[in-house]
């Protein structure tokens, strides 16, 4: 006999029904978001033990292909791309591992309840009794959580996840660079992945050890265009990348039928070249030779959509177009956020050439 | 792990076991289940044949050991340590061992000696040594128990969970196979059937099913549990499949072959990659013609020339004969070699190739065939760089062509080739020349494969026979090139 799972024997939580929440505040790092209730009264999420745990998992919808079937997926559904959350079988709530965690709140956008906070220390699960959420004394009742989720989904919102101050951002460089790049030879690839997919780009990335596809990644574009993904984290192997993602275009082309002048190519790194590097004059070469526009974007680029609540639904890649006239995807980010990006992203190559 | 063992009567074919049948079929992920597991893990194992007189349970001491040794060790402290412990549930083993290592901790001279003696002593490498650590060091920081220290990655530290979980394990009964000696096949099914539910249970599983059946083993196994203290079998730290006769856990267990599961090969189908087209042949050939040009002989800049004007006319070798040697004079060159090489053999053939000033990047090609009308660029990489030609120089010379015609150094024809020059062609062609015929029906660009064999064998047909390739053969070029006297 196969044993079945130790069904949750775990209270459930959910807020009291007299409580109408009416808006969210994101209060950015370190203070947990604000729910302004119909009273006027302001509460703070706690867990309400979702069985979909969505900041554990996405549901198979966001990471299905049915854009490019014979495109061998990785159909991993884990969000943390360095596996630091988990839920505990016994409380029903997330517990995040500090060692693991690289403050990439990718869980805390997830969380519909606001229970998760990005701090400077990694995110924090709020799973206390508080004046709205409270313990109901019995297990979890699915149909009343799916409702509360819903209705916490619908709610106008405002505020970010995190500011992006100098000091977080290098913390989360840093992080990224050791933990999460010493995690897992696929951790560049589900990165990227993950925050596509939180930014609402359905975005998959090869399956690890499928040699007979050079593709690292590929992504509906918006229409019936297609995008093609290099990710490279390593300063070296961005240099290459440009060739690379020439190869990926012909294969598309060549052996899938599509056309190139539907095939939006993006090369996705931790930071960009310096200015007088060969990637931003190749890239330039080959948009003036073949006509085809490679976008450029980084992972810190991405983090800051991300942790300001933004998204990339609206085909936006010819807009991340930049070269060796204009080295930089700045114009780009300020269209989507409606302002400046940080100082601090601009210091660490995010947007441009560093030098 | 004890996931899958041989199907009865036969060595090729496996079966899930009961165990391996709860992983495959896990609901969510079986981390937990796993991370059992490898605490399962003890030696020797005469089931997996890992034999040896250190009587350990590997994953389990080293995270005690890091315990005693202020939360942190090092991957030589766990060969030294851990990994060369007579019998880990020995106290005085322990202490001595613990004792051992804080000497070599304050001592750290000693360690790269210490390790060569032991490496020695065994009859193997100090690298094997090292790669014998791989395995425990990298499932300790997939199970989330240790983190590499931030600053120097020396040491492996416990993470808080490890250091919750090195506390249980210190309460734990750690049973080993030859402690169930001497009780009675009911008696040792039971307990096995027992520690199997309990690894379960403590992986998120739930015995709601079993428990007047646990009862039962409870009460058949009294004489086992009283022999070894297990007051609590909840505490039985034991992977009875890792360390048991498969034959005999099938027997207790129903074996499940999980072969009426239709997700296997719903998740087959939809990964399958569409039939690509068919592998494209090599197309390109080199034809020869008569020549009566004065070839330039013992050039003193070119070691290539003047090997094969030895091996020909000195040494009066055959055809095949200089081939092979020039070609293994030339194995595992680098650049500074092979580069002049490669443009000493083109110039020979008659062509006008200059090789590009190093470091100068802007230029991205390693040579060019100069030509007032239709210049062909050439990527070069030496066998030192890649002894085989794979598509990383294909892709090469795609970015030579698009940066030549973009920048204007030299005039060049859309339609004229941008060479690849490399040691050897690929094992498997046909990834190459997939690429080759992908990019030209895409871009519309040419790119030729040539390896430096094929260069040697023009260069001494064209000294020994006065013949060469035709003018513009290499201008005409795509995919793999061979030589043809047409």
């Not at chain 1, 050079?214 to 995008?227: A, L, M, P, Q, T």
Request: glycine residues 6%; contains cysteine.
């Amino acid at each position: 006999m196969i044993l079945k799972y130790q069904p949750y024997s775990i209270e459930g939580k959910l807020p009291l029904k007299t409580t109408v929440p009416t808006f969210i505040h994101k209060n950015g790092l370190d203070v947990p978001a604000s729910i302004r209730l119909t009273d006027g009264k302001i509460a703070f999420g706690s867990c309400i033990r979702c069985p979909s745990s969505p900041c554990q998992k996405f549901n198979e919808n966001d990471v299905s292909n049915n854009y490019f079937k014979s495109f061998p997926s990785d159909t991993s559904i884990k969000v943390c791309p360095t596996d630091a959350i988990q839920i505990d079988f016994k409380t029903g709530a997330p517990v995040i591992s500090l060692d693991k965690c690289i403050s990439c709140g990718l869980c805390v956008s997830r969380c519909p309840i606001q229970a998760i906070t990005l701090t400077r220390n990694g995110a924090k699960v709020n799973d206390t009794e508080n004046e709205v959420f409270r313990l109901t004394g019995r297990g979890v009742d699915s149909a009343a959580v799916a409702a509360v989720i819903h209705s916490f989904r619908s709610l106008p919102e405002d505020g970010v996840i995190a500011e992006c101050d100098e000091q977080f951002a290098i913390h989360v460089y840093d992080l990224v660079s050791t933990i999460g790049i010493g995690s897992h030879t696929q951790f560049p690839n589900i990165l990227t992945r993950n925050i596509m997919i939180a930014l609402s780009v359905p975005f998959q990335i090869r399956r690890l050890g499928d040699t007979n596809m050079r593709i690292d990644g590929i992504f509906k574009s918006g229409g019936d265009r297609i995008g093609v993904a290099e990710i490279e984290f390593s300063e070296e192997a961005v240099m290459d990348s440009p060739r690379d993602i020439l190869d990926d275009c012909a294969v598309l082309n060549a052996r899938h039928a599509v056309p190139l002048q539907r095939i939006d190519p993006l090369i996705v790194s931790l930071r960009f070249p310096n200015k007088r590097s060969e990637y931003w004059r190749v890239i330039q070469d080959i948009r003036t030779v073949l006509n085809v526009r490679i976008a450029s974007i980084t992972i810190g680029a991405m983090l800051l959509l991300l942790w300001s609540n933004h998204t990339l639904n609206e085909n936006p890649w010819k807009y991340f177009y930049a070269d060796t006239e204009t080295p930089t995807i700045e114009p780009a980010l300020e269209r989507i956020l409606g302002s400046k990006p940080c100082i601090a992203g601009a210091y660490l190559g995010w947007y441009g050439s560093i030098k | 792990m004890g996931w899958i063992h041989p199907a009865p009567g036969s060595k090729q074919r496996f079966v899930f076991s009961y165990l391996g049948a709860h992983i495959g079929l896990a609901e969510s992920e079986p981390t937990l289940l796993v991370k059992e597991c490898l605490l399962g893990i003890a030696y020797p194992n005469p089931y997996v044949e890992i034999k040896g007189s250190n009587l350990v349970r590997p994953i389990s001491l080293i995270m005690l050991t890091a315990v005693a040794l202020d939360g942190r060790i090092t991957r030589d402290e766990i060969i030294l340590g851990p990994m060369d412990i007579d019998d880990d549930r020995h106290k005085d083993s322990i202490d001595e061992m613990i004792d051992r290592l804080r000497l070599l901790r304050a001592n750290p001279s000693v360690v790269n000696d210490t390790l060569t003696a032991k490496a020695v002593d065994l009859g193997i490498q100090v690298n094997t040594l090292h790669n014998y650590t791989r395995f425990p060091l990298g499932v300790l920081r997939w199970a989330g128990w240790t983190r590499p220290e931030r600053n120097s990655g020396l040491f492996h530290v416990l993470t808080i969970e490890g250091m919750r979980l090195a506390v249980q394990l210190k309460n734990y009964y750690d049973i080993r196979t030859r402690d169930l000696k001497g009780f009675t096949d009911q008696e040792i099914d039971s307990f096995l059937q027992i520690a199997t539910y309990r690894m379960l249970e403590r992986a998120g599983y739930s015995l709601t099913e079993l428990i007047s059946e646990l009862i039962t083993l409870e009460r058949n196994c009294h004489k086992v549990l009283s022999t070894l203290k297990i007051a609590d079998t909840k505490l039985i730290l034991f992977s009875p499949f890792q360390e048991w006769d498969p034959i005999r856990l099938e027997k207790i267990f129903t074996a499940y072959n999980g072969s009426s599961e239709p997700e296997t090969s719903q998740i087959a189908d939809e990964v399958r990659l569409r039939p690509g087209r068919p592998l494209t042949k090599d197309g390109g050939h080199v034809g020869l013609q008569d020549v009566s040009r004065d070839i330039k002989l013992g050039d003193p800049r070119s070691d290539v020339i003047n090997r094969i004007q030895h091996y020909a006319t000195i040494e009066h070798l055959e055809l095949d004969e200089i081939v092979e040697k020039v070609v293994m004079d030339y194995k595992g060159t680098s650049k500074d070699k092979f580069y002049p090489a490669i443009e000493a053999l083109f110039c020979f053939l008659g062509y006008n190739c200059e090789q590009s000033r190093i470091g100068v990047n802007y230029q991205r090609m390693d040579a060019l065939i100069l030509d007032d009308d239709d210049s062909v660029p050439i990527e070069i990489k030496s066998p030192n760089e890649q002894h085989f030609i794979s598509v990383k120089g294909v892709r090469q010379a795609l970015e030579n062509k698009i940066v030549l015609v973009g920048r204007h150094y030299a005039k060049s024809k859309w339609d004229t080739t941008s060479l690849v020059v490399g040691y050897e062609l690929p094992p498997d062609r046909s990834e190459v020349s997939n690429l080759v015929q992908d990019i030209y029906d895409t871009y519309k660009i040419s790119i030729g494969v040539i390896d430096f064999r094929s260069l040697v064998n023009l260069a001494i047909i064209r000294l020994l026979l006065d013949k060469s390739p035709k003018a513009d053969d290499f201008s005409k070029l795509r995919g793999i090139i061979q030589i043809s006297d047409t």
